[in-house]
Each structure stands twice: as C-alpha cells, then as structure tokens.
C-alpha cells in the first residue's frame, strides 16, 4: 500500500513536472497574441475586404505557435491542455473575428489529425510543427470503392482558411457501384487527408458574416487514393500515445465556443468604448443635429463590413424613411458578425 502511495505521488510529481513547461508557453502565446491584436484590428477592414486572411498574418501565428498548440512534443509541438488553448481562441477572436476563426479551425483539424493514419500524420509533420492543416466534416464527398482504396469525387463547403492551408480534409461517404456502403445501421463514411495542391479552391466565400475566413468550397475530382491513407477521427484510434488518446469530439464545440465568446467580449468592449465618449444619444432630433427636410445626422461606422474597426466613425445624413428598425436610423446592408452586434446596440441605445 505504502509502496502504491510512493508510486501515485512519483507520477503527481513527474505530471506536474511536465505541466510547468505547458503552462510557460501557453502565458508565453497569450502576451503574444495580446500583443498582436492592435495590429488584427487595424487590418479589419483589408481583411474584410480580401474575403481571407493574409498570408503574412497566418506566417506570424505559425511563427508565434498558434499551429504547434496541440501538436504533440514527439512532433516538436507545444502539446498544451484545452484550458491552455481556449484562452488564446479568444483573444485572437476579440481582435479580429476572422482571424480567430480560422485559428481555431486549425487547432481543430490538429487533434482531429491525430486519428490519421501514422504514416500521414508523419508526413504533415515533417518539415515542422506548424503544418497549417484545415478540414471540413460535412460528407460532401462520394468514394467509389476500388480495388486497394477509393475514387473520390466531392465538393466541400465551409473550408475555412483553405487559401493557406498545406494540408486539407475531407469527409466522404463509401460507394459501391454508386450506393452507399452500410456499417451496421448507418452508411459508411471516412475522412482523407491531402496535400493542399491536391485540391481545387471554388471561391465561393461572399458572406457578410467572417468574411475574411476564406471558407470557400473545395474540390476532388476522381482523385484515388488508398483504404489505408483514409481514417475516421470520430471513432478511430489515436495514431500518438499519451493525451491524444482520449476522445477529441468534445473539444469541438469548446473551440467553437472561444471564437464567439471572444467575437462578443470584443463587441462588448466596443460598445463599452462608444459609450464611454460622452456622446449623448444618437437617435436625438435636436437642432443643432438635424439638418433641413427631415435628414438627421447619425454617426456611423466608416466600414459596416469591418469585423473589428476600433471606433472611427463619421457623420452621414440618413432619411428617417429609409430604415425600418430603429427611427431615424439605417442598417448597414452588409456587416459581419461583430459590426451586427454594435449595429444593434447602437440602434436601441
């Protein structure tokens, strides 16, 4: 018994040992991060207006380890906790909302990686920790069977960050002669993971919400590859012994959860910055605000696509009949998931 004790107590040390290092780069990226996000907010507006996120901007998270986070240290990652990660989603988020999204769909595909075969998972990694891997899980793809492997034919929606992805996933259904494959009471499906130039980019991405996340679709086309090069990351086993081995589908939503409560906490901070300067209410028709027939002067975002522009606003004549919100004021007609947040506080204040 005494000789257990000894032994758990050993294992606590060693445990806590190893968490130290952790902890020191997980302080180390959220100064790092927190630093960069004046520079995230200011380039809102050309991130917004390129419909993706610049390549330099994605070679200063590789460079800073946003892509080495949960990269296991047997590949030269960091190998942080989720607790450890979650932090750094949101403030990334709260600088600049599609900037925040991609990293987090990149953190994502790194524990969803794991499940690939090890060979693969070799490749991804070998020239280095910061492999910029992004994935879809929609089943957009169709794999006739062959003999050895699969054909694969799909089109794949919502590949966030594509543009400057090295690696892409997809997840495909299993055909044989066109009809799907059964496992049990559901259809077959599995997972590939491929080079990037494997790959054909539809830009397809115009939304007015994260518009700079590049989530343009994806194309295969009568592209094989072999049974043993797929994988299935909800079920299959882990190819990295240690943490990784747990299930990983949990954290999903967790790291979906850090963009939006960074998104929100950066409105938030906005809005708090707006109320903060002493303005009175803006929907006010006073004279010295109102100007002849009936056009009343509101301020207003320089940008409404602007995820997170920082309060530079200018004074524009609306018609009070032109909006069917608020009176006297005007929804912008494009505006992303933060700008429709301070749209709607702004209308109502």
């Not at 194309?219 to 909800?234: G, M, N, Q, R, Y």
Request: hydrophobic share 45%.
């Amino acid at each position: 018994m005494a000789t257990t004790n000894v032994l758990s107590a050993r294992n606590d040390v060693d445990h806590a040992a190893e968490r130290k290092p952790a902890e020191s780069e997980a302080a180390r990226l959220l100064i790092a991060v927190r630093n960069l996000a004046p520079e995230l907010a200011a380039r809102a507006e050309e991130i917004e207006a390129g419909r993706r996120v610049p390549g330099d901007i994605v070679n200063t998270l590789r460079r800073i380890g946003i892509y080495r986070m949960l990269v296991p240290r047997s590949h030269g990652g960091l190998e942080l906790s989720v607790p450890d990660v979650v932090p750094v989603l949101e403030a990334l988020s709260a600088a600049e909302s599609s900037v925040g999204w991609v990293a987090m769909i990149g953190v994502t595909s790194q524990i969803m990686g794991t499940r690939a075969p090890e060979a693969t998972y070799d490749r991804v990694y070998a020239d280095g920790p910061d492999a910029v891997v992004v994935g879809v899980g929609t089943p957009a793809g169709r794999a006739e069977q062959i003999e050895g492997g699969y054909r694969i034919n799909g089109r794949w929606p919502f590949a966030s960050g594509c543009q400057n992805a090295q690696w892409i996933v997809g997840h495909f259904m299993v055909c044989k002669d066109g009809e799907p494959v059964m496992s049990g009471d559901r259809p077959l499906s599995r997972f590939v993971m491929l080079p990037a130039e494997r790959w054909t980019i539809d830009e397809t991405w115009r939304a007015s919400g994260l518009t700079g996340s590049g989530s343009h679709h994806v194309i295969l086309k009568d592209v094989e590859v072999t049974e043993a090069s797929t994988f299935d990351p909800l079920h299959g086993a882990s190819c990295v012994p240690g943490p990784f081995e747990s299930v990983v589908t949990p954290f999903i939503a967790i790291f979906h959860a850090a963009v939006a409560v960074g998104i929100a906490s950066g409105a938030v901070a906005d809005l708090a910055a707006i109320a903060g300067a002493g303005r009175r209410q803006l929907s006010a028709r006073s004279a010295p605000n109102c100007a002849p027939r009936g056009r009343c002067w509101r301020f207003r975002p320089q940008s409404a696509g602007a995820a997170r522009s920082r309060a530079r606003w200018t004074a524009r004549p609306i018609s009070p009949r032109a909006s069917n919100a608020a009176p006297g004021f005007t929804r912008p007609a494009a505006t992303s998931s933060a700008a429709a947040t301070r749209w709607a506080a702004r209308a109502w204040c």
